[in-house]
Structures are given as structure tokens and as C-alpha cells.
């Protein structure tokens, strides 16, 4: 199994930046395409974005297109999530997850982190 851990969550006010972490540890991360998650109060959980294994392929959701940028450093067994921009409406629990099979936006990913809160007041 892998295990996964969130950081970089916090309080911004709109228009500021955050960078989320997710740090993987027991298996080969190289080996896992990487996605990003969020569920907002009372809401579902949504598909931010996704980077393959190598890098290669990466796919946003509409509303964070130009916002926000997914990437990977293999060597640190890290992916990330910039997020420039925000606004209130990305107020959420930010996931990553991992897979070794390509599900893209789809929320098939077998792990899971524990989340992290983003919070971006008006």
C-alpha cells in the first residue's frame, strides 16, 4: 500500500495563492498516477486534477483551468497543487489520492489522504 499526507492547507483571503503538498511514502511513487480532490461543507467530492506517473498527462476540472497547476517531483515522492487566485467557492477539504491504474477524473483512486482545509475568505 501507499500512504499519503496533505499540507499546505490554511486561511487566504480571495485572490491569494496556496501550494498543497502530498507526500507518499511505502511503495514506489513513481508508479502511481496522482489526483486532487475536494469536498466543500455539505457538498460532494469533486475532481480538481490529475498528473499520469511520468507527468505526461495532466487534466483539470473547468473551473480551476488557469488557476490552479498540478505537478510531480518523482524524486521527492511529492505531488502538488498551486492554487493562484482562489476564490471563496474553492473553500474545501483538499484530497490526493493515488492509483496505479489511470482513472483520470473519475474518483476510482484506491488511496486516499486524510485531507487538508482550504479556507479562502471574501
Known amino acids: 500500500q501507499v500512504q499519503l499526507v496533505e499540507s499546505g492547507g490554511g486561511l487566504v483571503q480571495a485572490g491569494g495563492s496556496l501550494r498543497l503538498s502530498c507526500t507518499a511514502s511505502g511503495r514506489t511513487f513513481s508508479n502511481y498516477h496522482m489526483a486532487w480532490f475536494r469536498q466543500a461543507p455539505g457538498g460532494e467530492r469533486e475532481f480538481v486534477a490529475a498528473?499520469?506517473?511520468?507527468?505526461?498527462?495532466?487534466y483539470y476540472t473547468d473551473v480551476v483551468k488557469g488557476r490552479f497547476t498540478i505537478s510531480r517531483v518523482n524524486a521527492k515522492n511529492t505531488a502538488y497543487l498551486q492554487m493562484n487566485s482562489l476564490k471563496p467557492e474553492d473553500t474545501a477539504v483538499y484530497y490526493c489520492?493515488?492509483?496505479?491504474?489511470?482513472?483520470?477524473?473519475?474518483?476510482?483512486?484506491?488511496?486516499w489522504g486524510q485531507g487538508t482545509q482550504v479556507t479562502v475568505s471574501s
Open positions: 489520492a493515488a492509483d496505479p491504474l489511470w482513472h483520470g477524473l473519475r474518483d476510482r483512486y484506491d488511496y
Open positions: 498528473i499520469s506517473r511520468s507527468g505526461s498527462s495532466i
